[in-house]
């Protein structure tokens, strides 16, 4: 009998701590493979911004100083199927969003001659208002996907507009705040 409750308390020791080493290492993997995620997440979201950045400010830079303007289209394409790639779905859909008021901006100037006939500073700022708000609200959905803790931003931050549009910020019942023309 004492052999038996031998070989039951050393097997069931044993058991336990083979269960304890598989569970350990899931865990471990999982919170790896979240950290991964996360990593891959925010260098995709900072590359679409970056980009995004850098041809509203050759488009103004073109406008304001009566130029040509060229951009890698390719570079913003790639940025857009990145973000696309490693977002949740929420951020996904403000990634459409955002890409479609920025398709929306590429529309309204596209047979405007930024050499004999740009638009004014003010006529610029008024055609960045849209991908301006849509911006701000793919940032907040980025922040809310990297981490709960994120608070959503009430101001326009970067993009080529100059100055930021005079909006009040509008709390819902969520707790997001969104941008709204007074």
């Not at 394409?77 to 398709?103: H, K, W």
């Amino acid at each position: 009998m004492a052999l038996l409750e031998i070989a039951v308390t050393t097997i069931g020791g044993a058991l336990s701590a083979t269960v304890g080493v598989l569970a350990g290492g899931m865990l471990t993997r999982r919170a790896q493979d979240q950290h991964w995620l996360r990593d891959r997440q925010l260098a995709a979201y900072q590359d679409l911004l970056r980009e995004y950045a850098t041809f509203t400010m050759i488009l103004r830079r073109a406008h304001l100083g009566r130029t040509g303007w060229d951009y890698d289209w390719g570079a913003w394409s790639a940025a857009l199927m990145s973000a696309g790639l490693v977002a949740p779905p929420t951020v996904a859909t403000e990634i459409d969003r955002f890409g479609e008021a920025v398709q929306g901006l590429l529309d309204a100037t596209a047979g405007v001659d930024t050499t004999t006939a740009p638009l004014s500073q003010e006529q610029f700022e008024r055609a960045m208002a849209v991908p301006a708000r849509a911006q701000l609200e793919l940032v907040n959905a980025m922040r809310r996907s990297m981490g709960r803790h994120q608070r959503p931003l009430s101001v326009w931050l970067g993009g080529a507009g100059g100055r930021a549009p005079h909006w009040r910020a509008i709390e819902g019942q969520d707790g997001v705040v969104s941008p709204r023309r007074p």
